[in-house]
């Protein structure tokens, strides 16, 4: 039961443009979601969050959009550059209990050409 | 500040042997964690710690054993390693002051189980 769902396995984009990485859960009880971009031989970095109790947080050129009625969320990285290509990983947690265990996406490979 | 270390980069078991997956965090962080990654899963929580002494289990824990002695080092025992433990598996730790959620990985190790 894939609670966190990142159906695009791979997106590709010109430098310079937008990239829109999507992201889908079930679990009503998350309450606070996360991006993370990973490196080839690295491990995951934090790259931005948001909480339920908002739906937008902006972080220079990263935006993350909450639709919670849709129970989706987005990242847009505007304007894309080659550096940002990565995996890029949506997790989401549940507060209270849940203490710091995060569930996550499969995963999308960003590819920015130049 | 080395962060999370993880030791070893790469490791190759024969099935039914027993190896221990080395992390150590130096920024005093309470929780402390285990996920393996795998193609088209994400990362799945394997176990976790809230702190010295404490442990308890994530999604995926069977074949696995941890103990917490200290704040810094979280180890991981494969009690006898399968072919379905080849995986990359990373460490995390976070801390309440910093946001549980925000986890800082290590590189990670990825193990091969012949």
């Known amino acids: 039961d894939q609670q966190v769902k990142q159906n695009s396995p791979s997106l590709s984009v010109q430098e310079g443009r937008i990239s829109i990485l999507n992201c889908d859960y079930t679990?009503?009880?998350?309450?606070?979601f996360l991006w993370y971009k990973k490196y080839p031989a690295e491990g995951p970095t934090f790259l931005i969050s948001i909480s339920s109790i908002k739906d937008k947080n902006e972080d220079g050129r990263f935006t993350v959009f909450l639709n919670k009625s849709a129970k989706h969320l987005s990242l847009h990285i505007v304007p894309s550059q080659p550096g940002d290509s990565a995996v890029y990983f949506c997790?989401?947690?549940?507060?209270?209990?849940?203490?710091?265990?995060?569930?996550f996406g499969q995963g999308t490979i960003l590819t920015v050409h130049p | 500040n080395a962060g999370v270390t993880q030791t070893p980069k790469f490791q190759v078991l024969k099935t039914g042997q027993s190896m221990t997956l080395q992390c150590a965090q130096d920024?005093?962080?309470?929780?402390m964690s285990w996920y393996r990654q795998d193609p088209g899963m994400g990362l799945r929580l394997i176990h976790y710690?809230?702190?010295?002494?404490?442990?308890d289990q994530g999604e995926v824990p069977n074949g696995y054993n941890v103990s917490r002695s200290t704040t810094e080092d979280f180890p991981l025992r494969l009690l006898s390693a399968a072919p379905s433990q080849t995986s990359v598996y990373f460490c995390?730790?976070?801390?309440?002051?910093?946001?549980?959620?925000?986890?800082?990985f290590g590189s990670g190790t990825q193990l091969s189980v012949l």
């Open positions: 997790a989401a947690y549940a507060g209270g209990t849940s203490y710091g265990k995060l569930t």
């Open positions: 710690s809230v702190g010295a002494g404490i442990t």
């Open positions: 995390a730790s976070s801390s309440p002051g910093q946001g549980t959620e925000k986890l800082f």
């Open positions: 679990n009503s009880m998350f309450d606070y």
């Open positions: 920024m005093n962080h309470e929780y």
